[in-house]
């Protein structure tokens, strides 16, 4: 029995839920990568990366893919935000609106404020998602 356990739990990790969120199309080594990801639940807090949702943030790199992964996910749909943090101050920086630092979101690129609803993807349970994010 402990020997079907220990298989059971080894496995699981086999299919457990994850994405891998690539991010391109950064300029500068400079700052931070913060990749912000909501669930459908937390869609009136989008695109705002200072809230309480799950954030990954890694150094950024020019000229390369900036990758992260967020293990252990529940099927549904999920919006992802990628800000290129140049100054570090955990928020998205705007002028008159405008993003004024490089911003990505897991919809279409717009010079605007990224809507959820225009940036939700499903994830299934049990499987691996990848998608890549240029930030602007």
Partial sequence: MKIFLLMLVALSGLFATSLQVNVAGVEKSKGSIRVALFQNTQKEMFPDV?????????????????????????????????LHDVDDNQE?????????????????????????????FFIEDNTKKAIEIKVH
């Fill in 92 to 120: 998205i920086d705007t002028f008159l609106g405008i993003p004024i630092e490089p911003l990505g979101s897991s919809g279409k690129f717009t010079r605007t404020k990224p809507t959820y609803d225009k940036s939700k």
């Fill in 50 to 82: 200072s809230t309480e949702v799950k954030t990954l943030t890694i150094a950024a790199k020019k000229d390369t893919l900036n990758t992260v992964f967020f293990d252990n996910l529940k099927s549904g749909y999920y919006a992802v935000i990628v």
